[in-house]
């Protein structure tokens, strides 16, 4: 029964790795290492990595550990660690995995995943402290990991936000007051309140990069 539900657990987690971009590198026991931004460079890794572990998570409680028989209390619960960071990767193998992967940030996740409790995810505040508004989460925690001298901030993450764009996080940050432009906004306001009364109206707008 362990091996099946374990081989569920096994393809749930590359539907959801894979659909979210990352790549399964290496299952161990009842473990998976994914990894997010390599081959191909990903701008919203971290924004993946944790979609993805939350969506893993809801899927792997949805697992029957007998197929078509619900028991009572027993329910598969997944603990996750993410962390993000300078990685070393080389051509794996049948032991190492598809990648062989160095460095402190695997470290740090693994290490994450392992104080994690059941149904908790911990993303490292490194990676989170720019995506909190992608995401609900609890406040931060600092934790003493094993194997590591310092400690390490990291939030528990609890689901998904609102929140989907760039403009939406900065919305949910408090956008910043447009100041230095007063003519070309009150010609902008002008343009706009024509738009209303007369209909449609094309308007261009010019600037030198990096300008915003």
Do not use: W
Not at 34 to 57: K, V, Y
Not at 137 to 158: E, F, M, N, W
Not at 180 to 205: K, P, V
């Amino acid at each position: 029964m362990v091996a099946e539900v374990l081989g569920r657990l096994r393809k749930v987690a590359e539907e959801v790795i894979s659909k979210h971009g990352g790549i399964v590198n290496q299952f161990y026991g009842d473990g998976v290492l994914a990894a997010f931004g390599f081959p191909e460079p990903q701008e919203d890794g971290a924004i993946r990595a944790i979609t993805a572990a939350l969506e893993l998570h809801e899927a792997a409680a949805c697992i029957l550990p007998l197929p078509g028989i619900e028991l009572p209390g027993m329910e598969i619960k997944l603990h996750s660690g993410i962390h993000s960071g300078l990685v070393a990767v080389q051509e794996g193998d049948h032991i190492q995995g598809r990648y062989k992967l160095t460095g402190d940030a695997l470290n740090t996740a693994a290490r994450l995943s392992d104080y994690a409790n059941p149904n908790e995810l911990l993303v490292s505040a490194d990676t989170f402290e720019g995506l909190k508004p992608y995401f609900d989460s609890d406040g931060i925690r600092t934790l003493k990991l094993k194997g590591k001298q310092a400690p390490v901030d990291a939030y528990k993450v609890k689901n998904r936000s609102s929140v989907r764009t760039r403009y939406g996080a900065s919305v949910s940050r408090g956008l910043s007051t447009f100041v230095g432009r007063t003519n070309e906004l009150t010609l902008l306001e002008d343009d706009m309140q024509s738009i209303q009364n007369d209909g449609a109206l094309f308007l261009e707008f010019c600037g030198d990069p990096g300008v915003g």
